[in-house]
């Protein structure tokens, strides 16, 4: 399964995580980088489960101010403290839909402290015409996370399988926190059978854009 997502992205397998959904990678970060009375910063009206994963670690969220619903990344910069580990940006969020945009991106990597963990939450990537790319930072060894999963344009949800793609020092960190056995081998078989599924890609991404 890594090989297969590995070649799909033109990067190697050790770049490669799977997770009982991408919501364990996001609690195997939580293992890897937070103790108590640390922060992590992502916007107001992001995906909900950083909170929670926060507020289970002990860990303050920062949520930056979204008043057009958009993550504004200056603002993300600005409300770095030393206690920070990890920020989180849900691109595109759920369920604003807003997208930080490619251009934003390079600049705001340059200035993030090589100490704070970067984590790109893709889950909707496919559903995107000219989805920002953030391959490079993986490939060139920063402090970035990029989360995928098999839950929405693939529709296996109820399968619980996602998987984050990261340097792979980082990848070796993560795997020391995860259980064993941690995704069964039916979500492996379905998720095999969707990544090459382009037909079934193509038609929930018009029908999506339809509705
Ligand atoms: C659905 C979703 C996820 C993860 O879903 P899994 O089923 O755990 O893979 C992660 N991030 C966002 C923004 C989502 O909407």
Known sequence: MCNAIATKLGLKPENVILGNGSNEVIEFLGHAF????????????????????????????????SPDYQQNLDDTLAAITPKTRIIFIPNPNNPT?????????APFMSKVPSSI???????????????????P???DGGNVVVLRTFSKIHGLAGLRIGYAVAPAEMIQVLHKTRQPFNVNSIAHAGALAA????AHLRKTKRVVDEG
């Open 34 to 65: 937070l103790n108590p009375g640390d922060d992590v910063i992502t916007c107001q009206c992001a995906f909900i489960v950083y909170k929670l994963l926060a507020t289970a670690f002990g860990v303050r969220t920062i949520e930056t101010p």
């Open 117 to 135: 963990t970067v984590v790109f939450d893709e889950a909707y990537f496919e559903f995107l015409d000219d989805p920002p790319d953030t391959r």
């Open 137 to 139: 930072f993986v490939r």
């Open 195 to 198: 990544l090459d599924d382009e």
């Open 97 to 105: 839909g807003t997208l930080v945009s490619h251009a934003a991106i």
